[in-house]
């Protein structure tokens, strides 16, 4: 009888020693396993809670654009035990959109930059500030990348008050990130509007005089005079 139970609790001990390490392995959001082709290897990663696909995609040195299409999906909405193809580290680093290439750390920034200006916003106004950015970069009025854009200032006042206030800085949401990509492969609410301004709080009284394009949410959208 003795014999039977220490062989019992040998089987037990080595079943928690598997239920364990598998736990472990879930818990850790490891590579699930690898596909191998001609040229590099491909991850099959699961995703785990907390997991954000801009987040798997710095993880795993990837293009966020390229991460969605390459599996198909709809949007940047995830859930935890869904698996993901991860394409070969590196070699999505810059895409080509229809307004040219852009690195992610441009479309990072760009996410930023809208998720500051224009959180609380609906989808489409989110849409909108993103491509009056886009519009600059290709504008003879302004600097030709997403960076300068935003990052450019007129007598030590910058364009954009996030970079002033520190608010660029904050973390993107997905609708940020996605509101940034739609504006980048062209997607214009706007219809070329250059600047963008809320008339509840703008101090400005120079840009109010500006041709206006559109209203969108709390943003009035202009151009050039």
């Known amino acids: 009888m003795s014999a039977y139970f220490s062989r019992l609790a040998g089987f037990l001990l080595l079943v928690l020693c598997f239920l364990f390490v598998s736990v472990t392995s879930a818990q850790a959001g490891t590579e699930k396993k690898v596909v191998s082709d001609t040229t590099a290897e491909t991850v099959i990663y699961t995703i785990q809670t907390g997991d954000t696909l801009s987040g798997i995609a710095r993880k795993f040195n990837v293009n966020l654009k390229q991460l969605i299409r390459v599996n ?35 479309l990072m920034l760009l996410a930023r930059a809208i998720h500051a200006e224009a959180r609380g916003e609906g989808f489409i106004g989110q849409v909108a500030v993103g491509a009056v950015i ?92």
């Not at 035990?81 to 290439?101: H, K, M």
């Not at 394009?213 to 009035?220: A, E, L, P, Q, Y």
Request: charged letters at 20%.
């Open 72 to 106: 198909n999906l709809e949007s940047t909405v995830i859930h935890p035990r869904q698996d993901l193809v991860i394409p070969p580290e590196g070699q999505l680093e810059t895409t080509t959109l229809s307004r040219g290439n852009i690195s992610r750390e441009e």
């Open 134 to 225: 886009v519009n600059r970069v290709h504008s003879k009025l302004f600097p030709n990348t997403v960076r300068e854009v935003i990052m450019q200032s007129n007598k030590h006042v910058f364009q954009f008050t996030p970079v002033s206030n520190g608010t660029i800085n904050l973390e993107p949401d997905q609708s940020a990130i996605e509101a940034a990509l739609e504006a980048l492969e062209g997607n214009d609410p706007t219809d070329g509007a250059l600047f963008f301004y809320n008339p509840t709080i703008s101090t400005d009284t120079w840009i109010t005089t500006l041709p206006v394009v559109t209203r969108i949410g709390r943003h009035v959208f202009a151009t050039k005079a």
